[in-house]
Each structure stands twice: as structure tokens, then as C-alpha cells.
């Protein structure tokens, strides 16, 4: 239960403050989960003649930071960069400008978010992204090579983050 918690929280998080149903918020789980797995297995299927012939990779599946072992810096930037994604969805709402300046606006600054972190810690920015194909990974692969123990970064750094930019974008 605590895991479920974990994966939605944005989704959650939109729910109790009323910008989507509960209904939607389940369906969103539901959708992440499976999207991630079919995700891993697509590139497990794609890829498999590749994989099969070079050393297996977590990489190509969860994220995986330039430097493991830089645990704060790491946790930092995840939750510097989900803060950032979730104080934009937020307040989108509240700016009077049309839609589409939104999602132009939104896109790029996403881009640039992804862009800046990914480098540094693979940039999950969301629990499910690096949860569910490290999972798969481990249950396809080997359970050593999964780095469970770095695991809680891109994990509990979105959900700071994300419980941050809530509490900032109710204030603000």
C-alpha cells in the first residue's frame, strides 16, 4: 500500500485538491503501471537480439544516475525538477493566456527540465517511471544488477518535490 501511495502521488495530489475525479485518478494508475511494463517489455522485444549480445544494461530500462553514489545531489536535482514540473501544472490554470501559449509554454519548459536532470540522475521525475521498469528488469534480468538500494532516490525525490510544489503553488 505504502508503494501505491508512492507511484500516484500526482495524481493523488490532483484529486484531492478537485482538478480530476477519483475515477480518473485510479485510471491513471492503472494506465502508468501498465504503460511502464509494456513500455520495458517493448523494449525488451525490440531490442532483445542487441541485448543478448552485450552485457545487460539496467539503463536501458530504469534510470541510472553519471554518479551513483552522489545520493543528496541526485535526490536534489529529482525533486528540484518534479517541483518545478508540478508548480507549472498548478498555476497553468490560474494564468489567463490561451490554451495553446499553456502547452507551448508547459512543453518547453518540461523539455528543459528533462534536459538539465537527466544527465545528472536519469530523470524519473515520476515514481513509476524508474519503480515499474526496474521491476520489470528485475523479474527479466538480473536482480543484482537492478540497483534496488539507489532506487529510493528517483523515488522519494519526486514525491518532496511534488509535495513542495503543492504547498508553494498554495501559497502562491
Request: positive net charge.
Amino acid at each position: 500500500m505504502e508503494q501505491l501511495i508512492l507511484i500516484l502521488f500526482f495524481s493523488f495530489a490532483q484529486a484531492v485538491n478537485h482538478q480530476i475525479s477519483w475515477l480518473t485518478m485510479l485510471g491513471e494508475f492503472v494506465t502508468q503501471i501498465f504503460g511502464a511494463w509494456l513500455a520495458s517489455a517493448t523494449v525488451q522485444k525490440m531490442w532483445s537480439k542487441y541485448l543478448n549480445t552485450m552485457p545487460v544494461n539496467l539503463n536501458f530500462f530504469a534510470t541510472v544516475p553519471r554518479q551513483l553514489h552522489k545520493w543528496f545531489y541526485n535526490f536534489s536535482w529529482e525533486a528540484i525538477g518534479t517541483f518545478t514540473i508540478v508548480i507549472n501544472a498548478q498555476i497553468m490554470d490560474d494564468i489567463q493566456i490561451t490554451w495553446w501559449v499553456k502547452t507551448i509554454w508547459s512543453s518547453i519548459l518540461i523539455t528543459a527540465v528533462i534536459t538539465t536532470v537527466s544527465p545528472i540522475t536519469g530523470a524519473a521525475l515520476n515514481p513509476t517511471r524508474d519503480f515499474i521498469p526496474r521491476l520489470f528488469f528485475t523479474k527479466t534480468y538480473d536482480k543484482k544488477m537492478a540497483q534496488w538500494e539507489y532506487s529510493l532516490i528517483p523515488i522519494a525525490g519526486p514525491i518532496v518535490g511534488g509535495i513542495l510544489g503543492l504547498i508553494v503553488a498554495n501559497l502562491i
